[in-house]
């Protein structure tokens, strides 16, 4: 198996607006190998975000080609592209994006249901919704609402989501935006720890401290990548977390509740 999983070339992407194009990504080369942990950093309209959202299925690119865990999916079909979603990669976003009136466990379960490849028992699929939620500290929470549940938690339970499905990659969009400083801590211990058992994490931030918690830092600028550098020696949440006092709390976003 090769230790790449995500590999671009010559990936362009232009929006046409009216008559005006916008070029949001320049042909862009890149490669991603299994198990790093990689944060993209941008200003707005620098491309990275577009970045994202091709290495998410969630749009094709103008041009150049993208192989995910090995296949080929530029010129995918949306249906195409909604499997490979299911099956390969797993989205956290800042905003938590939960169904506010199903329970953490429910909530989890979803991406089972749309996984069209997999073939389970609704039983099945509660383990593996629980396990999900084991992995993220939250068994005992399987029964709260969202709105049970604080803002930590509740991001907590969309990383079992993401999860669930043990995609090839989390993709992450600003996960701690939304959080208080310790509450972001916690999210990104997860995350590295997920990442030392092997998962392959990318993450959008616009913050640097968040940054330095990953291995590798890529910038984007006008659409084109202008730096990609190693992270000597990335922040260990858990430590930070062991030596910072229970008060601390200045603002990376919003409040957690």
């Known amino acids: 198996m090769s230790s790449s999983l995500i590999t671009v070339?010559?990936?362009?992407?232009t929006y046409k607006m009216g008559s005006?194009?916008?070029?949001?990504?320049?042909?862009?080369?890149?490669?991603?190998d299994r198990g790093e942990f990689v944060a993209i950093m941008g200003p707005s309209g620098s491309?990275?975000?577009?970045?994202?959202?091709?290495?998410?299925?969630?749009?094709?690119?103008?041009?150049?080609?993208?192989?995910?865990?090995?296949?080929?999916?530029?010129n995918m079909t949306d249906d195409e592209l909604a499997a490979i979603?299911?099956?390969k990669i797993g989205f956290v976003f800042q905003t938590f994006n939960l169904i506010p009136r199903t329970t953490a466990l429910v909530n989890v379960q979803l991406p089972l249901w749309y996984n069209r490849t997999r073939q389970a028992t609704a039983a099945e699929n509660t383990a593996a919704a629980r396990k999900a939620l084991t992995i993220v500290g939250l068994a005992s929470r399987e029964d709260h609402t969202p709105n049970q549940l604080s803002g930590g938690q509740q991001q907590r339970v969309a990383i079992a989501r993401a999860l669930v499905n043990n995609p090839a990659v989390l993709l992450a969009d600003e996960p701690t935006g939304a959080l208080d400083t310790r509450t972001g801590e916690e999210i990104?211990?997860?995350?590295?720890?997920?990442?030392?058992?092997g998962k392959?994490?990318?993450m959008v931030t616009h913050e640097p401290d968040i940054a330095q918690h990953?291995?590798?830092?890529?910038?984007?600028?006008?659409?084109q990548l202008i730096s990609d550098e190693r992270v000597a020696e990335p922040i260990d949440a858990r430590?930070?977390?062991?030596?910072?006092?229970p008060e601390a709390g200045m603002m990376h976003g919003a409040a957690s509740r």
């Open 9 to 13: 070339k010559g990936l362009a992407k």
């Open 20 to 32: 005006m194009e916008v070029r949001a990504l320049k042909h862009l080369d890149l490669t991603i």
């Open 47 to 74: 491309g990275k975000s577009t970045f994202m959202n091709l290495v998410g299925c969630l749009d094709s690119p103008s041009h150049g080609s993208y192989r995910l865990d090995g296949i080929e999916v530029a």
């Open 85 to 87: 979603r299911s099956q």
């Open 188 to 197: 990104m211990a997860i995350f590295q720890r997920l990442n030392r058992a």
């Open 200 to 202: 392959t994490v990318v």
């Open 214 to 223: 990953a291995k590798r830092i890529i910038h984007f600028r006008d659409g």
């Open 239 to 245: 430590v930070w977390l062991a030596d910072a006092p």
